[in-house]
Structures are given as C-alpha cells and as structure tokens.
C-alpha cells in the first residue's frame, strides 16, 4: 500500500452537513412525502468515489447525527446507512464503470433498501408506513443522483479530495 | 458487522427503555447548530419584517390589539368571578381544584422532521425547565406533548400522531374516554365508546386530567361524526382538534399547578388577573388535601 496523503477531508464534511440541513430544511408539504434521502446519495457518492476514506463507519456516526437530527429512534437511520455503505463499498469498483442511468437504477435499489430496513424498524416498534407513497423518496432520489453525482463529482475534481 | 449489531443494540435500549435520554439530549447539542442554521432565513425575515414595518402599520396593529386586549378583559373579569365562585362551591363540597398554572412561550424552529410522525421542535429545552411529558398548548387548545429535551431544544409529539392517545371527556355531561390520533393532522378517534354512549356531533372534549399529565379543562377537540353500528360493540367516534396543529408558531409549555418539577421562577402568569388566584393556589399548596388530586 502507498502512503498517501490525505487531503479535501473539509469538503467531505461540508458536503455532508449540506446534505444534514437538506434532510430538516422546511419544505412545501407535498414536496415533504417525496424528500429525497439526501444523506444517504452523499454518502453512496463518497462511497463509490473514496471507498478508502468514507466507509462503514462514517455512515454509522451520520445515521446517529440522523437519527437525533429528526428526532427518530437512535440507530435506525445508522442501520440502514451501515448496509447501504457496506453494499456501495463492495459494489463501488462495478458501479464506477456504469452509466450514469444504470447508476441511477442502482442507487434506486440501495435506496430502497435503505428505506425497508427504516420501514422494518418501524414496524417493530408498532409505526406502520400508512400508505404507498412512503417509497417516493426513493424514486425521487433515483432522479436526483445525476445531479448530485455530478455536483460532487466536480467539487472532487475542483478541489482535488483524495 | 460490528456498527450493525451496534445500531441494534442501540435501538432496543431506546425503544425499551429511556436509558439513552442522557445521550440524545447531549447529542441535540451537536446537531443545534444545524437546525439553527435552517431556521435562520425564517426568524431573519420575520425580525425584518417588524424592523422595516411603517409606523402606521404598527399604530394600527397596536389599535386593534388594544381593542382585542379590553374585550379579553372583560371576558376575563367575568371568568375570575366565576372562578372565585367555582373555587368557593368546591371549597363547600371539600374537592381539591387548582388553578393558576405557569406557563411559558415557547416558538417553534422551523425545521421539518420525519414526515410520518407528528413531532415539532421547539425552542426551549432543560435551561428553561421544560420536562418530558409537559404539556403543550396553543391559544385554541391542547397540542401535544413533549417527548424529549434537550438542552437548548424539546421535541414535542402532536396529539394526531398515531401512537398518542390523551384522556378526554365530554365537556356537556361529563363522559370520560380517551382519543387517540390517527396520523392524519385533522382527525382523532375515540374508539372505546359504546353504541349507547350519549355523545353527539359538535361535543365538545376536554382534558379529564385522569393521566396525571395533562391539566383538566382545556378544550382538546370537537367531535365531527358519530357512526353507530347495531352490529358493532363500539361507536365509531371521531373529533376534530381545536389547536392549529399545522399553523401555530407560538406555543404554551404549561407547568400544572401542583407538579414539582421546580417551575421556573422567570415564568410568565397568564395575565396579571390571574396573580392573585396563583397566591391562592400556592396557598393551597400546603393544604395537604389541595396536594391531591
């Protein structure tokens, strides 16, 4: 392994605590139900891109900051961000290779999976999801990810994060 | 593996118990300036606005509060009559009844949360006093609940979320039950009435106090429709809450009279009217018959 110096770690973090105020921003409420899980496509997005900085363990400290942040039970958001960061980290070298839509269909599942771990744990605790468009943020999300994969993808390249 | 199994283990201890309380309140300080930053534009075009309004608006705006201001006095220089005279009546039959509870206005932060439950943010938190299970109020009625403090902030629930129920009662006669809230912000059911229960479209519920958590007598919601099925054991009850769940900015953290939670001494009356009906609460205080309820 070669050393390498790191560097860029406060655009990450910038990045992150966009993605944060993103999650609470107030918002029209029929935009509210289909809020994209802006947390979650930034941290696949760091995943795929720097698999040796971001990784398991910065998704569990987010989907804590997550967790308190929308004041939901502690853990549940650090579970489904720890699968999809694990899945991304293990899919990342494939998925760099995709095009950007069979990226975006990617996303897509992992998102989803995000949400039926959140929808389990919810169900456990005797909150059922009430209606179909509990999933909408999922396919907003799909619709998002080539806009956010291109924004960060050119704040890497600008600011050279490695 | 290892952070998965963590964020389990993690869960079951704050589903279960409220054993992480001390965690997430310490954690809520990490995450304030967040939710300070999203509230910003909200509170600086709202400190805008009065800095820029023109005299005039305002000399109007003071008018119109000045009439309101005098109709509510006299509305309230009848109610303390009343009040003197309930107390007296209650005196008589040898009830404890307290009045002149303290109360404290608490805004709301701006920021959304999970989209599925009813929860809003307040801005006030331990360094106010503000306690789990305080009740909440606005200026129409009941609005929830807190759920969890923070230092400088408080997560209350809304008495629609689906896992809220309070107890209510009947204003016209008395009835007891309980509502529960549906997670729809205009609806609360009352499923354990029964078929017979003498309960009609536009009823009006109060608190019972019987939860110990919320004070008795303030309005909670009108009831809407009342279904009544031969073929069903209960009624199928469902009201409408007074609060403006969706739209009040300011609201009420209510400390009931009696409740030792050292209430703040900063705390603001309800009016001045009021102050010598809190001397008498506190009075009653000592009595230890007043001290139950």
């Not at chain 1, 496509?41 to 900051?65: E, K, M, N, S, T």
């Not at chain 2, 005039?56 to 309101?68: D, G, I, M, P, V």
């Not at chain 2, 307290?98 to 801005?123: F, T």
Request: proline share 6%; with cysteine.
């Amino acid at each position: 392994m070669t050393l390498m110096r790191h560097h860029g770690g406060g655009i990450i973090v910038l990045t992150f605590v966009v993605a944060l105020i993103l999650t609470i921003v107030p918002v029209p409420e029929w935009a509210r139900v289909a809020r994209p899980d802006w947390v979650a496509l930034v941290l696949i997005y760091w995943c795929l891109a720097l698999p040796q900085r971001v990784g398991v363990g910065v998704a569990w400290l987010l989907g804590i900051i997550e967790d308190v942040l929308t004041g939901t039970l502690l853990g549940q958001h650090a579970l489904a961000l720890v699968v999809v960061a694990f899945l991304a980290l293990k899919l990342h070298q494939r998925l760099r290779l995709y095009p950007l839509w069979q990226q975006s269909l990617t996303v897509l599942v992992l998102l989803t999976l995000n949400q039926l771990l959140i929808l389990w744990v919810n169900g456990i605790t005797g909150r059922p999801a009430q209606s179909w468009l509990y999933w909408s943020p999922s396919l907003a999300g799909m619709l998002v990810w080539p806009l956010v994969f291109t924004v960060l993808r050119n704040l890497r390249r600008r600011f050279a994060v490695s | 593996m290892v952070f998965a199994l963590l964020s389990i283990v993690l869960m079951t201890a704050d589903h279960r118990q409220h054993h992480l309380d001390q965690v997430r309140s310490a954690l809520s300080v990490v995450v304030y300036p967040l939710q300070y930053l999203v509230n910003l534009p909200v509170s600086a075009g709202q400190w805008f606005k009065e800095s820029l309004s023109t005299r005039r608006q305002l000399e109007e705006e003071n008018a119109s509060l000045r009439t309101k201001q005098l109709l509510l006095k006299a509305q309230l220089q009848k109610l303390s009559s009343l009040e003197a005279e309930n107390l007296r009546l209650r005196e008589l039959l040898q009830s404890s009844f307290k009045v002149g509870q303290r109360v404290l206005i608490a805004e709301l932060l701006s920021v959304d949360l999970d989209p599925y439950r009813h929860e809003i943010l307040l801005n006030r938190g331990t360094t106010d006093h503000v306690y789990r299970g305080q009740p909440l109020l606005d200026a129409d009625g009941v609005m929830g609940q807190v759920v969890q403090v923070g230092p400088f902030t408080s997560t209350a629930m809304l008495i629609t979320d689906p896992s809220d129920a309070i107890p209510v009662q009947v204003n016209r006669n008395g009835l007891r039950s309980i509502a529960i809230g549906t997670g729809s912000i205009d609806r609360l059911d009352l499923p354990h009435l029964p078929n017979n229960a003498d309960i009609r479209k536009g009823d009006l519920l109060v608190t019972s106090g019987l939860g110990g958590r919320f004070p008795p007598g303030y309005p909670v919601a009108v009831v809407t429709s009342v279904k009544q099925d031969p073929g069903q054991a209960f009624a199928r009850v469902s009201a409408t809450p007074l609060a403006h769940l969706n739209r009040s900015r300011e609201v009420l953290l209510v400390w009931p009279a009696g409740h030792h939670h050292h209430a703040p001494k900063a705390a603001k009356r309800p009016s001045s009217a009021t102050g010598s009906d809190a001397g008498r609460a506190q009075a009653r205080e000592g009595d230890p018959a007043g001290a139950r309820r």
